[in-house]
């Protein structure tokens, strides 16, 4: 069986896979619609599920940890709304309040400095909006990756992540290059679909198996990821946006701006399973009962169609917003790659294909996979 990744075998651009930091025009902080709109839209999942817990385990202090908790307005915003459900589910029960330890986990890279100074404002609001016996909740930092573990045996309660398990921790081994191809394309060889196949399985594994140990029997765990509606690995559900991004890196070759070598040796860290497979893993695991596993689609620039319609009256706000959520998930892996020199270019570029008519007859839809586990005895 697969082992969880040894530190030692993570890639040295780690540093690079995070979101623009700050809170800038290009930070993920002030570009995070989409993700905003998917935690909205999972609600529901992920309050039934803090619900059951509660219903079955009453713990004095309620461990509930975030991975993969990014930076910005949205990383306390499903916590938030955790914590309100439980505090609403106890005062039915007549219970006194637990007390609540949060874990916050992503990346060392990260910008927790962010997360940290809102820290307050969200103990604050706490405070203001749970009437009087509401508990102490304590807000800690957890920098590394989530294909390790991070906690001890036993130790949690919840875990809820949103919009991080598609990055696979590593650059996948491949073959054979994936040559004018930045991600498991259509065109890409056989062996480099395998190879990305491969590495989300293994990754995947280690994340249950890690879980598994930290997570107390009867504990709930909510995963939301970017996936695709059929089991055919290359079907183009939500991968537009990386086949722009190819075409602008392979025009700028072809002007002599980007080395060829330098784009045939750029892949990105990105795999959208499907609902099949994530149910294979989780069953050959073993450590978690699936509860719920529902499969939805949302607007990539994280407007719905009324609003895209309303936009799309002004000349270029179409693609305005949808090269803002780019350029804050995407610019560290760019700059750390090519250089900081064509990063304006590229997007300028990006943003010139994504409002040519001719573009937007294209799916621009992000296929997402919710689901709900059990952590069984």
Known sequence: ???PIKEELMEVTMD?????????????????????KVILMTRPITEAAITELYNTISPKTLCIADLGCSSGPNTFMAIFD????????????????????IFLNDLPSNDFNTIF????????????????????CFVTGVPGSFYQRLFPTKSLHFIHSSYSLHWLSRIPEMEEANKGNIHMAISSPPSVKKAYMNQFKQDFFAFLSCRGEEMVAGG??????????????????????WEVLS??????????????EKLDSFNLRDYRPSVGELKHLVEMEGSFRIDRL???EIYWNGYDEGEISKHEKSQDVFGYYIVKCMRAVVEPLLVHHFGEEIIEEVFL?????INDPMSREEKTLFVNVTVSLTKMI
Do not use: H
Not at 247 to 260: H, K
Not at 349 to 353: A, G, L, P, T, V
């Open 220 to 241: 709930r765990m909510v995963l939301t990821m970017c996936g695709r509606n059929s089991e055919e690995p290359c079907r183009r559900d939500g991968t537009y946006r």
């Open 16 to 36: 690079a896979l995070r979101m623009n930091e700050g809170l800038g025009e290009n930070s993920y902080a002030n570009n995070s619609l989409l993700q905003k």
């Open 349 to 353: 570029r990006y943003k010139q294909i």
């Open 1 to 3: 069986m697969p082992k």
């Open 82 to 101: 955790l914590i309100k459900n439980v505090d609403k589910r106890r005062k039915s029960l007549g219970l006194e309040s637990p007390e609540y330890q």
């Open 117 to 136: 100074k809102s820290v307050p404002e969200f103990l604050e609001r706490l405070r203001n909006e749970m009437e009087a016996g509401f508990g102490l």
């Open 247 to 260: 075409m602008v890196l392979r025009d700028m070759v072809a002007e002599g701006l980007i080395e060829e």
């Open 294 to 296: 529902e499969v939805y």
